[in-house]
């Protein structure tokens, strides 16, 4: 089946930075799957159920396969370079990128938290849109109380903007969310 995707081709080369490798989801991945949908925090923000079982995450790793073919944007598992077992999810979604801009978002599985995996990540996807023509910005949404993340964003080069008004994935309304800005390496 031809991809009917308008996004530029999915890298030839996976990035990587420091240890992590962004590649597609493979069907072995299902078990960090389940890791991650083992924090409810995931559920409120993704696609991902709270609790998936094996089928459930299989599920939802052919959906990340979807995002490419879709037009979405681009869905990687976020895995280590030497063992290539995955740590979590980093998407850069590309709805806006006609007016130049993308956005990132990155989930990190319980297992491998508290290792720098969502910086190096957050790196390599950003590294990754500089080879993006006609990509001028990133944008990346978090919550203000999400400290982790702020740092996250601030480590990996993002600027504070403001807080916006953003709409919840799942459950509907809105949150307020701290919007962080980057331009991609040589952009």
């Known amino acids: 089946m031809r991809p009917r995707s308008r996004l530029p081709p999915w890298p030839v080369t996976a990035p990587e930075e ?7 989801f493979r069907d072995g991945d299902w078990p960090a ?3 991650l949908s083992s924090d409810p925090y995931v559920a409120a923000i993704s696609t991902l ?3 998936a079982d094996e089928d459930a995450a299989r599920e939802w790793i052919r959906r990340q396969h979807r995002r490419w073919t879709d037009g979405a944007g681009f869905s990687f598992a976020v ?8 740590a979590g999810q980093i998407g850069l979604w590309l709805d ?3 007016v130049g801009v993308g956005t990132v978002g990155y989930l990190v599985a319980p297992h491998a938290r508290r290792r720098g995996v969502a910086t190096r990540a957050l790196r390599a996807v950003t590294a990754f849109a500089a080879t993006l023509p006609g990509l001028d910005r990133l944008e ?3 919550e203000p109380g999400d400290t982790t ?6 480590r990996a080069g993002y600027r504070r903007v403001d807080v916006v008004a953003h709409p919840r994935r799942t459950g ?6 701290v919007r962080f800005t980057r331009r991609p390496p040589g952009a």
């Open 172 to 177: 509907g309304g809105t949150v307020d969310m």
């Open 33 to 35: 799957v389940v890791d």
């Open 18 to 24: 420091d240890g992590i490798r962004l590649r597609p």
């Open 79 to 86: 895995a280590d370079t030497t063992t290539d077992r995955a």
């Open 140 to 142: 990346l949404f978090v």
């Open 49 to 51: 159920p709270s609790a």
């Open 96 to 98: 806006r990128w006609g």
């Open 149 to 154: 993340s702020v740092r996250t964003a601030e």
